[in-house]
């Protein structure tokens, strides 16, 4: 595939961090709007915030959001990130995005929950306004905060459902605290009529993702891990349950050591539905254009699969069948007029 023809082609991306992939750039300029003291030297903040190609694991590669999180402690800072990275978006090529992240991660300086949800709000608004990027918020709750919190977390999706907030998402130590401990959480989202996306099989656990598609998750954040325990194959056949693979992520939290051991093909020749997404721009220092060009070379991957791919992931998406036939449509028409030939490559 070539670089150029892939910008264009429309994207649809379901898993992104905000606080990831906020750029170097937009930190700083937070940074001098906010007054404080912080690595200034762009360089230095660079390596602070960008995660080491040779991570331990999950955890060592979460360490990058400490440095992060200082910076997103105001209603402008959320906003001002918030529309950066819906710019970029807009330079990848994507028609929609669910941007995800947890309030409870910017409350150090006295924001409510509610101030939180609303500035990113705002960012998405005006990133639409300005870039025409369609997007849409996932909240996350971290899976070490105390189940109140959490579940405030929960009730906040709701009281925010109609104003653009989409989904709940459990993120965090997936090692330390398996979906099965949050049974009642999640019960109380579903009794709420809120989609569920839930961070599974990240750390080499396929029972974790099973157990989170029985609590109610219609779309899994990485799932790698399935690639070991193939009986539960059929479960997500059965319930049609999209993987939002990230593949430069997960090399780097070590969910799989080599090209040889990922599933991205094995999961395509077993019929499960997978989309394609960063993770985390910065901190994975990657695009989406990026994650295409690297699975075209190392999996040969078409442009046809590409355009599967991003169909998939429009009817995984928390948003209305009308705006998904929309999207069907601009990716059917785009991919056909760029590719030649529908898409033969």
Not at 165 to 183: I, K, N, T
Request: proline share 3%; aromatic share 6%; net charge negative.
């Amino acid at each position: 595939m070539e670089k150029e023809i892939v910008i264009k082609l429309p994207k649809i991306e379901l898993h992104c961090h905000l606080d990831g992939s906020v750029s170097v750039e937009t930190l700083l300029k937070i940074s001098r709007n906010q007054s404080f003291s912080s690595q200034e030297d762009s360089e230095q903040l660079r390596k602070a915030v960008t995660a080491p190609k040779d991570c331990r694991n999950l955890k060592d590669y979460l360490t990058c959001f400490d440095v992060i999180l200082t910076y997103l402690q105001t209603e402008t800072a959320l906003e001002m990130a918030t529309l950066d990275v819906i710019a970029q978006a807009a330079r990848d090529g994507i028609s929609y995005i669910e941007l995800r992240f947890a309030p409870t991660q910017h409350l150090e300086q006295g924001l409510s929950l509610t101030q939180v949800v609303t500035a990113v709000l705002k960012g998405l608004n005006a990133g639409e306004k300005r870039y025409g990027v369609k997007s849409n918020a996932i909240l996350c709750g971290m899976r070490h905060d105390e189940l109140e919190k959490i579940e405030a977390v929960v009730h906040l999706a709701k009281y925010f459902q109609k104003s653009g907030v989409v989904a709940f998402d459990l993120a965090g130590d997936e090692a330390a605290f398996p979906p099965r401990e949050f049974e009642e959480t999640l019960a109380l989202a579903n009794q709420l009529s809120i989609p569920l996306t839930l961070h599974a099989g990240e750390c080499g656990c396929g029972k974790n993702v099973a157990d989170s598609i029985s609590l109610g998750a219609k779309r899994i954040g990485h799932g790698i891990a399935l690639k070991d325990t193939p009986e539960y194959f059929d479960l997500l056949r059965e319930k049609d349950v999209l993987l939002e693979l990230c593949p430069t992520s997960n090399f780097q939290t070590k969910t799989v050591e080599s090209l040889a051991d990922y599933p991205f093909r094995q999961f395509l020749k077993e019929k499960i539905k997978v989309c394609i997404n960063t993770d985390n721009r910065t901190v994975s220092n990657t695009t989406l254009v990026d994650e295409y060009m690297k699975l075209s070379e190392w999996y040969q991957l078409t442009y046809d699969e590409m355009e599967q791919l991003n169909h998939d992931a429009v009817d995984g998406a928390f948003i209305s069948d009308e705006e998904k036939a929309a999207l069907h449509q601009l990716l059917t028409k785009k991919y056909r007029e760029l590719t030649k030939n529908g898409g033969l490559s």
